[in-house]
């Protein structure tokens, strides 16, 4: 395996819950950035949750309360826990990561997420009304 793999993706209806799972390509280092990003047609990517080596967690506004990122050492995954879906949510998700500062977390929160090395080729998740 040499890029993220995710699962999970599907239709769900308007306040439904659905959840990706991500197999990250190899352990972490001492210091990383994993995250998820999503891209809807016609529009740009865009940061929907972010978790770093210092264990700290940002989401994007419009998923706060509704999105919850987590990670499992052990089994090296990352996982989304997406609760109260909205058509908006409606898009394709790609699991990131990248490794050795933090620092890519701080600038993926920015927007600049170029700076993530290695990118799973996308699940897609249709929410219905």
């Known amino acids: 395996q040499v890029q993220p793999v995710e699962s999970g993706g599907g239709s769900v209806q308007a306040g439904g819950s659905l959840k990706l799972s991500c197999a990250l390509p190899r352990p972490e280092d001492t210091r990383f950035c994993l995250g998820w990003f999503r891209r809807a047609p016609g529009k740009e990517r865009e940061p929907v949750a972010l978790?770093?080596?210092?264990?700290?967690?940002s989401y994007a506004d419009s998923v706060k309360g509704r999105f919850t990122i987590s990670q499992d050492s052990a089994k090296n995954t990352l996982s989304l826990q997406m609760n109260n879906l909205e058509l908006q949510d409606t898009a394709t998700y790609y699991c990131?990561?990248?490794?050795?500062?933090?620092?890519?977390?701080?600038?993926?929160?920015?927007?600049?997420?170029?700076?993530?090395?290695?990118w799973g080729q996308g699940t897609q998740v249709t929410v219905s009304s």
């Open positions: 990131a990561s990248a490794y050795g500062s933090s620092y890519y977390c701080y600038v993926a929160r920015s927007g600049l997420s170029e700076f993530m090395a290695y």
């Open positions: 978790i770093d080596s210092d264990g700290i967690t």
